[in-house]
């Protein structure tokens, strides 16, 4: 979301950020001296309806807080910054998709609105699709899968697993019922919107942008497209990291990365780092402080010590600058790679607990990085993407949004 913000300032529109206080201050804190992100936006919070010291990540507690406090508070903002003498006035409201009070919010004031899907835009297309899941019987009114089978939205999408659908393993029973119901208010900000938007492209998911072409592929906005940094992350980036990616030889490394959010619990923690230590190839894994539920984690009896030659861990890494780096082999989210219509990624399955093993990871790290075609689909699919956001469909599209804002 900031870095499509600074992409509208970018083209000259005023923006006005708005987060909420306790990520607010996350973000500030990770800024560093040399970030001018204050000098083009105005960055402003509001309360998400939670005590400072109560868990975010009880997501009982923070869905049903944001959904209650955060619209009051919005809506005042708004009315208090239209009303200043002088001042340029709130024209249109660009929310997340998921955060649906905040479109409803504007259209309640009568402001016009876009929905900006942030995720792979199939995942909205599943979701659209849900009323139609229940119908056919897929699942019930509540999330729960009813039929295990394959899914086909179009025939130009690929199937997909309905026990997989991301809104159904995020938790246990209570947490997926939580997180279903958000969707459902989605879905309905979604369909009143004036605009939705996706931080993807047409090269990447052209069987989902065909079945609905009302979705706008912006993306993906790079920060080293508008030759700037990146900025936005919740943690201070840690670019001691840089010096030792520099000894290693070209196209050796294997980036572990989770992202800001994934959580793992103990035995799978350990799994990923036995995984990577018998690959027997150097690797930098980031493990975040709270990337275990307890924060308490442990790493496997004397790992650190067995692989402190060949494998670097920190706690956030500056992104932009280790993925473009010569020596990283493999990109990040290694867990999360599927079998996809371009042929760049595997699956990594489970076993019956629930868990992927050591042995599985090594595996399919081996067949990654020991067949050249991976590298070389995604090569040819990173230059398709490329030219989207370099004049073709991409551009064209957000020179396109951008030119709607300013006609307001």
């Known amino acids: 979301m900031l870095e499509f913000s600074r992409w509208l300032a970018k083209h000259g529109i005023k923006v006005t950020f708005v987060n909420t206080e306790f990520n ?16 083009v936006l105005t960055m402003v919070s509001i309360p998400d309806g939670m005590e400072p010291w109560e868990d975010r990540r009880d997501l009982a507690k923070i869905t049903e807080a944001i959904f209650r406090v955060p619209p009051v508070e919005l809506e005042s903002l708004i009315e208090k910054i239209n009303r200043e003498e002088g001042g340029d006035k709130i024209t249109c409201v660009v929310a997340d998709a998921t955060m649906a009070w905040a479109l409803e919010v504007a259209e309640k004031l009568e402001i016009k609105r ?9 995942v909205l297309a599943v979701s659209l699709n849900i009323p139609k899941l ?32 991301f809104w159904a393993v995020i938790g246990d029973e209570a947490t997926c019922k939580i997180y279903f119901d958000t969707l459902i208010k989605t879905i309905i900000s979604v369909e009143s919107a004036d605009w939705v938007i996706c931080n993807s492209s047409y090269d990447l998911e052209p069987g989902t942008f065909s079945l609905y072409p009302d979705f706008l592929s912006i993306g993906p906005l790079l920060a080293t497209n508008r030759l ?9 980036e840690d670019s001691a990291c840089l010096a030792w990616l520099d000894q290693q030889p070209t196209n050796s490394v294997i980036y572990a990365a989770f992202g800001s959010c ?18 027997n190839r150097p690797f930098m894994w980031v493990v975040r402080q709270d990337m275990i539920a307890d924060v308490d984690y442990a790493y496997p009896k004397g790992f650190r010590d067995r692989v402190h030659n060949r494998g670097l861990i920190v706690s956030w890494a500056p992104q932009q600058q280790v993925l473009s780096h010569p020596s990283v082999r493999l990109l990040h989210k290694p867990l999360r790679l599927e079998f996809t219509t371009e042929g760049v990624g595997l699956r990594l399955c489970k076993d019956e607990n629930g868990i992927i093993r050591k042995e599985e990871i090594n595996d399919k790290l081996e067949h990654l990085l020991g067949d050249k075609g991976y590298k ?13 956001i370099r004049g073709g469909s991409s551009h064209k599209n957000f020179n396109k949004f951008i030119e709607w804002i300013k006609d307001i």
């Open 376 to 388: 070389e689909r995604a090569l040819n699919l990173q230059a398709k993407t490329m030219g989207s």
């Open 24 to 39: 607010h201050k996350r973000i500030l804190k990770s800024l560093s001296e040399s970030d001018n992100i204050q000098e």
């Open 228 to 236: 700037g940094k990146s900025a936005g992350y919740f943690w201070s």
């Open 262 to 279: 994934t959580m793992f619990d103990q035995a799978q923690f350990e799994e990923v780092a036995l995984g990577l230590e018998l690959t």
């Open 114 to 122: 876009a929905a900006f899907w942030t995720a792979a835009a199939v």
């Open 134 to 165: 229940i119908s056919d019987g897929i699942m019930d009114g509540d999330g729960r899968i009813l039929k295990d089978q394959m899914v086909q939205l179009s025939p130009t999408i690929p199937p997909m697993k309905s026990t997989n659908f």
